[in-house]
């Protein structure tokens, strides 16, 4: 009885580290969505590339990894400010469809670009935490996990705080509110935009990081970018606490579907749980938990 | 509308090639597809025959995202549906190809209407994520409902045999397939002078509109992801059988995404439009691999560098259309044709 609490705890646990990358992910996500109403299906491929910059920087550059961290963010932020500024703010106003697409073709630009730059193969960190698991109420937690779960919440804590306290956090909830409000408050919302994708590149590439260091990258890291939909729309489409919440559901959901479905199945209930969950919460609740109920008008 | 062209009676005014010179076109434009096979390679042949295959697939898709404003992720996995459902009933009931496919048609129809239902609820973006997670969840079972369908080892399909005659090679197939394009051409064009047809294009304008002035939306809705899933499916078919052999992986999201891009550079909304995108699709990755076997003797083996390449053109074509051209190649054949017609009278 007790081991079968063990491995629900267990699964529970790793379902918790890997739902706080999630999280993270989603945050820059919705963030992109709120101010921009753009549906970013580039998001895996920006992960993508905070982890192989920083792998680079590290390896090929022999820079200690916290300063590789925050020159990975610097690179991405460039990345981000450079792609709105040239691809994505033509597309403002444009169909859903066009929206959609341009974003997918983005992704695929940004995916053959790092297979140019950087191949196919699997690369791996150079260790930075032990392997050695921490014995924790008689669970074992890999420190790596252990520091991407700390690193994560901080992480959302501190976005959290920004969007409540400083100036352009504040401006950035207004212009998603009402870009017109915004406008007529002084807020220049083009900057908004820019400083929107910015986040949301530096937000993912850190999710890239925390990745790479648990399982070492290669090019189906972008698929964290498609699994990122289920959280966005179990949170709401535009709620940040939503995409939070979403990420650490969805990464649990996963985990305890991979740990007690995959001897029913055969196998690979990991990926398909959380997109069978989408389906039922778009059936049932279609804005999410927290995402604002659009109400139409001729 | 051409100048100096009156109509005085409604049946000129509803046909569908209007002029002498445009019916005169089509019948050259026929018989060169009808003599293409005797004057090319091989290699040719199979290129024109992926292009009908994806034409079938495409028109399906433009009357669902182009023209009813439903947009699907998954038609990918529609297709999977058909291809599979062809390939079981061909080699597990040893049910004829004929039959086949039709059932395979019908069976992805009424898939991609279950995956439609949610549709009454949603629409837009989250329509969109909704078809991606029929995407996923398709291409799940098809992988690991190993006893029907093979898994990832996938199955061999036999080629069709009608009257004792076998389509086993390109050539053969050649003529199939282009029946099969020109029907699906066909019937989506006409399927826009019906009242169904037209129900669609009100559902995309304005839905709320639509239901006003009395169009079953939900009804329309799901017939629009039905019709589309019907061609999904015999594109999936034909494929199938034309290839001999089908796996899992050749239904993934990409293949869902190459649909897209096809209806998206070819321009939403247009038939003759998604003809031309799925040529040009086509093309440019073939293309580029033929390039690729040209300098293989000078740069050796570059394979994994041009297949990163097709993907970043992909993704830059796709780009510059929706940026410099959104209406897409149909938009570029207009303005040409309207060109020529007026020269060197440039005003109307």
């Known amino acids: ?298 | 509308m051409p100048c100096g062209l009156f109509h005085t009676i409604y049946k000129t005014d509803e046909r569908i090639f209007k002029t002498v010179w445009v019916r005169s076109w089509l019948v050259a434009f026929g018989l060169f597809f009808l003599l293409l096979p005797l004057f090319v390679r091989d290699y040719l042949l199979y290129v024109t025959n992926m292009i009908f295959i994806f034409i079938v697939g495409a028109v399906g898709l433009n009357i669902l995202t182009g023209f009813t404003g439903q947009i699907s992720i998954g038609h990918g996995a529609f297709v999977a549906v058909g291809a599979y459902t062809s390939a079981i009933l061909t080699t597990k009931l040893g049910i004829p190809f004929w039959i086949a496919l039709p059932i395979a048609g019908l069976f992805a129809a009424l898939i991609g209407m279950i995956f439609g239902i949610p549709s009454l609820r949603i629409k837009g973006l989250y329509l969109a994520i909704a078809t991606l997670a029929a995407q996923f969840i398709i291409e799940y079972t098809i992988v690991h409902w190993e006893r029907l369908t093979n898994g990832i080892t996938g199955i061999s399909v036999p080629s069709p045999i009608l009257f004792g005659f076998v389509f086993d090679n390109d050539r053969k197939f050649y003529y199939l397939l282009l029946i099969f394009a020109v029907m699906a051409v066909a019937t989506g064009r006409n399927l826009f002078r019906t009242r169904v047809g037209r129900a669609f294009i009100a559902i995309r304008d304005r839905d709320i509109s639509a239901e006003l002035i009395g169009v079953d939306i939900f009804k329309y809705k799901l017939l629009a992801f039905g019709i589309s899933s019907f061609y999904a499916g015999v594109a999936g078919s034909l494929w199938g059988h034309y290839t001999n052999v089908i796996t899992p992986e050749h239904f993934t999201i990409v293949l869902s995404i190459d649909y897209l891009a096809m209806i998206i550079v070819g321009g939403l909304g247009s038939i003759i439009g998604t003809v031309f995108g799925v040529i040009f699709m086509i093309l440019i990755p073939e293309l580029l691999t033929t390039v690729g076997v040209l300098l293989k003797s000078t740069f050796g083996e570059i394979t994994t560098l041009i297949s990163a390449i097709k993907g970043l053109v992909f993704g830059i074509t796709i780009i510059f259309f929706l940026v410099f051209e959104p209406d897409g190649l149909s938009e570029i054949w207009r303005r040409t044709r309207d060109y020529w017609k007026l020269w060197p009278f440039s005003y109307r």
């Open chain 1, 1 to 298: 009885m007790s081991e079968n609490i063990a491995f629900l705890a267990q699964l529970l646990l790793t379902g918790l580290v890997l739902g706080s990358v999630y999280a993270l992910v989603a945050l820059g996500f919705v963030l992109i969505y709120k101010s921009t109403s753009i549906l970013n299906f580039a998001q895996g491929e920006l992960l993508m590339f905070g982890a192989y910059i920083c792998l680079t920087l590290i390896i090929e550059l022999r820079i200690p990894f916290i300063y590789a961290f925050f020159l990975t963010l610097a690179f991405s932020f460039i990345l981000a400010v450079l792609l709105e500024r040239v691809i994505l703010r033509p597309m403002i106003g444009e169909p859903i469809i066009s929206i959609i697409m341009v974003t997918i073709a983005l992704s695929a630009v940004l995916r053959s670009l790092i297979q140019i730059a950087w191949g196919t193969e699997t690369k791996v960190f150079p260790r930075i935490f032990s392997e050695e698991p921490i014995r924790f109420f008689g669970l074992f937690i890999a420190e790596v996990h252990l520091w991407s779960l700390i690193f994560a919440l901080t992480c959302v804590v501190l976005f959290a705080l920004f969007f409540k306290f400083s100036a352009a956090g504040i401006a950035m909830r207004v212009t998603a509110f009402d870009q017109q409000i915004a406008q007529s408050l002084g807020i220049n919302i083009k900057r908004i935009f820019a400083l929107s994708w910015a986040i949301s590149a530096i937000v993912s590439s850190i999710g890239g990081i925390i990745l790479g260091n648990i399982n070492g990258i290669n090019n189906a890291l972008a698929a964290m970018g498609l699994k990122v939909f289920p959280c966005v729309i179990l949170g709401g489409l535009d709620s940040i606490l939503g995409a939070i919440l979403g990420g650490f559901s969805i990464g649990i959901l996963e985990n305890l579907a991979g740990g007690y479905l995959d001897p029913v199945f055969g196998g690979g209930v990991k990926d398909v749980a959380p997109f069978v969950f989408l389906v039922v919460v778009l059936m049932i609740k279609p804005y999410g938990l927290f995402g604002k109920i659009r109400i139409e008008r001729l």
